[in-house]
Every structure is written in C-alpha cells, then in structure tokens.
C-alpha cells in the first residue's frame, strides 16, 4: 500500500491536521468505548461519512448515511446546480440504541438519518423544520432541543418524534451579536450546560456559553480557541468573491497574505470526553486551496470553561502533542481507503464520490472489467458534466496520475483529469473529424490549449503544492515521460463549492448529443511527503539550531544571537512522546520562571520540549515547562515564551537544525 499522511506518529503522539485532505464541519459523539464522526459533503454523492476510532486519532471509513440525495433536477446538473451546497453541517447523535444525523440542505427542510447501527442501513426522513447549522441535543430527563442561528443563537424543543417543533417553544437563546455565531454544539457537562460556537467577524474564534439552566441566564465567553494557525499563511483569493458567488473569469487574484488577521484560525467544533475522564476538542481551520481541515485539541479547564490547549498557554492548540489516554486504542490507520485506483473490483472504492447525482446507467465497472467506463453525455463544459467521479486532493504535496483509453470516443468526446473548483481545470484527451489531441482548459483565462496525440490511450497528471498553491498538468503516451502543457497555475479555496480542490475523472459530449465512452484503466495519488515535510527528529547529532529565515543566526554560548557568528553546538537527545534534551558542553538547555532559558540550570521537565513542525516544514520547539515555544526576540534574548508561530515568519520561532 502507498504511503499516505497519518496523524498518529507512531510514537505516543499525534501530528495535526487528522486528514491532511478536507473534512469540513466534523462532530463528534462517544457511545462508550467508541467514537463516531461525520461532516460536510456538499454536493458529493455519495454523502455524509461516517467514521469510527476509539482514541480520536486513528479513524477508519464504516460507510455514509446516504447514497444520492435527488430533491430535484438541480440536484442532477440538469439546468441547474447545488455547487457548495446540498449536504452540510450535520450533527451526529445517539440515544436509546439509535443513531441519528441531522443535516442541513439549502432550500429544503432538514435531513434526518437514523440507524442502529453506524454501518447502516440509513432511514432517510426529513423533519418539518429548516434551521442554520442545527444542533440537537438530548437533556437527560428526556426532553430534546435543537439549535441554531448564524449571528445569534435560537432553541427550541422537538416532539418525540424530533422532526416537529413543539409550538411556543422556539426563543432567542443569545441576543444578536452576542459573539455567539453559527456551528453550535451543545452539551450537558457537570450539570451545567455548554455551548461552543464559531465567531467569524475579525478573527475567527471559537466562544462558548454556559449557564446553570436550559432557560439562561447565558454567559459567554468571547474565545475558548483563537489565533492557531499553525503558523499557516493565508493563501490566494478571489477578490470580492462572497455568497452567493456572482463573479465571472477572469477573476482578480489577492496575493497570499502574511499578516496575523485570523481568517485561517481553528473554529467551528465541539468537546467530547474520553472514557477515562479526559477532555477533548475538535476543530477545523481553513487551509488555503486544500479545503478545510480537521485539528484534534487537548482541553484545559480553566474557571469553568472548555480551552482549546495546555496550561500557560490556553486557546492554541499545540500541532503534535500526546495522544489521548485510553483503554482500547485504534491500530494506527489511514481513514480512507487507497487513494490509487486500479478499478479491478465490481464496486467503487468509497473513497469515491460523484460530483452531483450520477446517472447510473451510464458508467460501469464490468463492461470491461480493470476499467472504470465512463459513457459521455451532452454538456456545456466540465462544470455540467454528469458522472464526473471525485476524490478529495490530499496535502501538502500531492501528484494525480489518470491513465484513459479513448479508443472508443466519438466526435465531440473529451475525457480526462481535472481540478474541481472555482476556477475549473482539465487535461483531457478530445475526439475531433480530425482525430485525437491533448486538451488543456483554464476556465480563469477562458484559454484551450492543445497538443498532438500520438494515439488514444494517453496518461494524465497534475501535481499540487498545496503549500504554493500552485498546479501544473502534464500528459505522456508512454507512461515514463511526461511533458508540461501549460504554465502553472494558481489553486483559490472559495465559496462556489465551497470545498477545496478535488480531483476529478471525467467524459461528456461538447456537441450537445450522446457520444461514445472512455474507459480509465487506473489512478495513482502519489504523495512525496506523507509524514510532512520536515526531517526525523535527528535523535543524537550534534549541530546547531538557526532561524530558518536567517539561517546565519542562532544561538551563541551565552544564549544572546549572533549574525555571522559560530553558533551554539547541541546534542538531540531523544525521549518519550516525541520529546528532546538539548545538551551543550556546560548542560542542557532548561526553562526557568517566565520562560528564561539557561543552560544547566533546573533539570527535569525543564529540559523537556516537544519537537514540532509548522506546515512548511520548519522546526518549532514547545517547552514542556511553559507550553510556549523557544523563540529568539529582535533584541536578542532568548525565551520560550511565544504562544505560537506567526504566519509570517519574522516571530523567531522557526528553526533548522545544522548538523555538521
């Protein structure tokens, strides 16, 4: 099986983000020993997930709760569209041996599934109600309440059958602008009950509310988690892009952006306990073109209140930290199935979703059995294309190679390998009167650019940095030497689709008439970096740590900074939970009252830090002291006592360790 990012490090502990690939507004419930997830789908069929782990890092795939949801022609690409909406927001519960999912979908009444068993079968039923990112919650004397709101928060109470609003119940729980915004989780912790919220106007937060009784009074409390980032910049944007989404190409590019603004921090998620009484956050952050992806947090109770993070450091979350504490763990796992696809069973890989409604009848994978078949029909272009089969692009580097026979496509046939999003892209193989040819189309620039085709069976790639943000599409006839088509192009997350980039395989007709078909023989996802980007901790070298964006300064024997100057030599002592002592000639490196850093000063958890990276690969360092990371201030003083790296870089928390 090919490498693929995992959160859990093989070590104790665990590295953010738990998918490197989106998996937008999770929740998450325990039913005894066992966790169960689900989140955001969209427009992808089949939808909503459900997942399973008992120690809230490893997840595997049980199934989803449904198969297609067809509430109209918009739903199946027929002179309409559901992009960025359909399923979203779902709320996962359980009580009395029943799993439920409530979801929202836009312009219908809310979804509800239900099963007794997760694996499903799924009852599929839809409520008399339609509310904004619901939460039910279940109170234990019976009575049940749902949620929602965008910049205040309503409740009300549901009948027994929890499809009905019982009449004079539905109030304001928040009053308007209260910070208490959209995402509500709701729960009953020690009597008292808890709501977390996402806050999104300036920096995106998460608040919380607490109060002694269903009926308030409410306090809130304006940020239990804010300005974790990761130290991730924010990428490129489509100027002026909103909801809805009205803009036409060319769009306007935003450069990336350095400053701290906090449109890339953790929000939107919920506190679920573990058997053993520990307490646990989920969350996710927007993470450039990749999507939104999902961060597991330790929790601190602090005065009452759920904080994302550690003592001394409350509201970040640390990137790699200890994983939960429980009886039974989850084998270390990749959530998904393989991500490469040979198509040589008679079912889809899970893995797998339909870009909309798929029209059965016209794909297989037993008419030529080791192919998927993908029979063209009449569309515009590639964005109302029916049966356009999608996976969710993996980070931070990724590279998609499609192999496709066009042997029996027709005049007006194009198949190939695109990048679904807002703007579109795709490398095809296109059928003319004349014959074959490569296509590319940028739907930014409106451009089709073209290249000769030595015959129909072609192979198909685009590589990704999710980091730059930048793609590039290339194409090969022998499988062995491919050749750019194109300049690179740049990869936007926007509210279109409202998801991130996707690959897609794809077959349509563009002379408005039923064409032949293409059959696919594999995809291979390959990932250069699965384990992220930054070396093995180099457990017993000696060298020297430099700020990686002025690799000639670094620490001095008397821990000031010097430019230019030999810098401190340090011994990797590796220990427990992905943890070092950083040994010089005089002692180890330790921390004292407010950070102060000395060396062979106080011994013990002192001495101790976690060993991290940020996205782009650079050595952050926490002390296990203060939960704060090492940094090297403008004026030279040496401290760990900065809460985070900043996205720009220039805070002198990044580092790189120099051997030799």
Not at 586 to 615: F, I, K, N, R, Y
Request: aromatic share 12%; charged share 20%.
């Amino acid at each position: 099986m090919q490498k693929t990012w995992t959160a859990d490090n093989g070590d104790g502990t665990f590295t953010n983000p738990l998918f490197y690939e989106e998996f937008s507004d999770p929740d998450i419930i325990r039913v005894g020993e066992d966790f169960y997830m689900t989140g955001t789908t969209m427009h992808t069929m089949p939808g909503l997930p459900v997942l399973h782990s008992t120690d809230l890092v490893n997840w595997t795939l049980l199934g989803y709760a449904l198969e297609t949801l067809d509430l109209g022609p918009e739903f199946r690409l027929d002179g309409g569209e559901i992009y960025g909406q359909g399923i979203w927001a779902p709320c996962i519960r359980y009580r009395d041996g029943t799993f439920y999912i409530f979801s929202n979908v836009n312009k219908q009444k809310t979804q509800i599934f239900t099963a007794t068993d997760p694996r499903g079968p799924w009852t599929h039923t839809e409520a008399e109600y339609n509310y904004h990112d619901l939460a039910v919650f279940f109170d234990d004397d019976g009575r049940s309440y749902v949620v929602w709101g965008y910049r205040n928060l309503k409740i009300a109470e549901l009948d027994e059958t929890l499809h009905r609003v019982i009449p004079g119940t539905e109030r304001d729980l928040t009053p308007p602008d209260s910070l208490m915004g959209e995402g509500a989780h709701f729960y009953k912790v020690d009597g008292k009950y808890i709501i977390t919220s996402a806050w999104f106007a300036g920096p995106m937060r998460m608040p919380c509310a607490r109060a002694d009784h269903i009926d308030g009074p409410w306090e809130i409390n304006p940020a239990i988690s804010i300005d974790e980032d990761f130290g991730l910049m924010e990428g490129y944007k489509i100027k002026g892009a909103g909801i809805p989404f009205t803009l036409e190409p060319p769009f306007e590019i935003v450069p990336p952006n350095p400053a701290q603004n906090g449109r890339l921090n953790l929000h939107q998620g919920g506190i679920v306990d573990t058997p053993g009484g520990e307490w646990w956050a989920w969350s996710m952050m927007d993470y450039n073109s990749l999507g939104r992806l999902t961060a597991l947090s330790p929790i601190t109770w602090h005065e009452g209140w759920p904080y994302f993070g550690l003592p001394g450091n409350l509201g970040r979350t640390p990137r790699t930290w200890a994983k939960p504490n429980v009886e039974k763990a989850s084998q270390p796992s990749v959530p998904w199935p393989q991500r490469s696809d040979d198509f040589d069973t008679e079912t889809l890989n899970p893995l797998w979703q339909w870009n909309h409604v798929p029209v059965s009848e016209n794909w297989s994978l037993t008419e030529r059995p080791g192919h998927l078949r993908l029979k063209t029909l009449p569309a515009e272009n590639f964005w109302w294309a029916t049966n356009s089969l999608t996976q969710r692009a993996v980070g931070p580097i990724s590279t998609a190679t499609a192999s496709v026979d066009g042997t029996n496509l027709k005049p007006g046939d194009a198949a190939g390998l695109a990048l679904l999003g807002m703007p579109w892209r795709w490398i095809g193989l296109a059928r003319t009167e004349a014959g074959y040819e490569i296509r590319l189309f940028d739907y930014q620039t409106g451009k089709t650019l073209t290249a000769p085709a030595t015959g129909p069976i072609v192979q198909l790639r685009v590589a990704c940095d999710f980091l730059t943000e930048e793609a590039q599409f290339s194409f090969s006839s022998d499988g062995q030497k491919f050749e750019n088509l194109g300049e690179r192009m740049i990869m936007i997350f926007q509210l279109k689709t409202f998801q991130g980039i996707r690959y897609a395989l794809f077959a349509y007709n563009e002379l408005g008439q039923p064409g032949g078909h293409a059959d696919f023989d594999r995809i291979d996802i390959g990932e250069p970096h699965p384990r992220g980007l930054m070396e093995p901790i180099p457990a017993g070298q000696r060298g020297a740590l430099v700020l990686a964006n002025a690799p000639t300064s670094g620490f001095t024997a008397d821990l000031g900074t010097v430019v230019g100057g030999p810098p401190m030599d340090l011994r990797v002592e590796s220990g427990e939970l992905g943890r070092v002592i950083l040994h010089h000639e005089d002692g180890p490196l330790s921390v004292t009252a407010g950070g102060v850093v000395t060396v062979g000063g106080v011994t013990g958890s002192a001495t101790h830090w976690q060993w991290m990276e940020t996205p782009t690969g650079e050595v952050i360092l926490m002390s296990i002291a203060t939960n704060r990371f090492l940094r090297i201030h403008s004026d030279g003083r040496v401290r760990a006592d900065s809460p985070g790296p900043t996205p720009d870089g220039r805070d002198g928390t990044r580092f790189r360790f120099v051997t030799g």
